[in-house]
T-cell receptor, first 110, second 113 residues
Framework: TQLLEQSPQFLSIQEGENLTVYCNSSSVFSSLQWYRQEPGEGPVLLVTVVTGGEVKKLKRLTFQFGDARKDSSLHITAAQPGDTGLYLCAGGKSNYQLIWGAGTKLIIKP | SQTIHQWPATLVQPVGSPLSLECTVEGTSNPNLYWYRQAAGRGLQLLFYSVGIGQISSEVPQNLSASRPQDRQFILSSKKLLLSDSGFYLC????????????FGEGSRLTVL
């Protein structure tokens, strides 16, 4: 059974600090997606990584896919209150085979 | 541009009552459609997916059912709700042949009392 473990489960930091959240598995995924979800809304796709070792940047967010395609990280530089939300990772071979992590709940305090 | 809408946004129902959640997609054809359930602040559980009209695959045995009467319409139903059916239900779509990116609706909060 493929599992995706996200850590930490919860993170609360001050505005301006840097942070990294992780998405780890013992299984190989052909791609991995990161979503951000705000309370009462559906998740919104941030990025998809498909190549081992790939790094993608989205403004202050940096996503990395592990060389072995078993893990991924999301690094946020100079966090802002607008970054607050639940960050979910999902991996798999096709849409209906997506494996979801349980998420990291991030709170950025002004 | 593509949009997805689901309704109602909030629903409070007694145990044993029926359920119907609807989802429609605009601006695309032949989408894959999905129903997910999410426990409070946690990950997503796939309930149903559909690759075409009348084609429904169930991932989790339960008292829920899904139907796709039209290409861009997906309905989640139950004849008799259980307390355990409470949760946040999300409809999503993706393009055939995509890298798997999902686009979600706004969600429906169901409370069964």
């Amino acid at each position: 059974t493929q599992l995706l473990e996200q850590s930490p489960q919860f993170l609360s930091i001050q505005e301006g600090e840097n942070l990294t959240v992780y998405c780890n598995s013992s299984s190989v995924f052909s791609s991995l997606q990161w979503y951000r979800q705000e309370p009462g809304e559906g998740p919104v796709l941030l990025v998809t990584v498909v190549t081992g070792g790939e790094v993608k940047k989205l403004k202050r967010l940096t996503f990395q896919f592990g060389d072995a395609r078993k893990d991924s990280s999301l690094h946020i530089t100079a966090a802002q209150p607008g970054d607050t939300g639940l960050y979910l990772c999902a991996g798999g071979k096709s849409n209906y085979q997506l494996i979801w992590g349980a998420g990291t709940k991030l709170i950025i305090k002004p | 541009s593509q949009t997805i809408h689901q309704w109602p946004a909030t629903l409070v129902q007694p145990v044993g009552s029926p359920l119907s959640l609807e989802c429609t997609v605009e601006g695309t054809s032949n989408p894959n459609l999905y129903w997910y359930r999410q426990a409070a602040g946690r990950g997503l559980q796939l309930l149903f997916y559909s690759v075409g009209i009348g084609q429904i695959s169930s991932e989790v045995p339960q008292n829920l059912s899904a139907s796709r009467p039209q290409d861009r319409q997906f309905i989640l139903s139950s004849k008799k709700l259980l307390l355990s059916d409470s949760g946040f239900y999300l409809c999503a779509w993706s393009s055939l042949g995509s890298a798997g990116e999902l686009f979600f609706g706004e969600g429906s909060r169901l409370t069964v009392l």
